[in-house]
């Protein structure tokens, strides 16, 4: 079973993760690491989302699918 928060597909990550993932309670903090994680945020993510210092705010219903998505397109999020 491949884990959510771990890498798959292509993403360089020998040199660490494309994104950070926190659990804050009823929402999550999703921050962009890399380049590759700032450009998915702007083509998979509303433009309207919104920006907590240098992270998006998630709400934990939507987390999973958007994680998924993110592993799907071979980049790596770090718990």
């Known amino acids: 079973m491949i884990d959510a928060f771990q890498s798959s597909g292509t993403s360089p990550t020998e040199f ?4 950070r993932c926190e659990n804050h309670g009823s929402i999550f903090l999703l921050t962009p690491l890399t380049q590759s994680g700032r450009s998915w945020i702007e083509e998979n993510l509303p433009s309207d989302v919104q920006w907590f210092g240098s992270g998006v705010v998630i709400e934990h219903r939507y987390i999973w699918r ?9 980049l790596a999020v770090q718990a």
């Open 16 to 19: 660490g993760p494309d994104f």
């Open 66 to 74: 958007i994680l998924e998505g993110i592993q799907n397109d071979g």
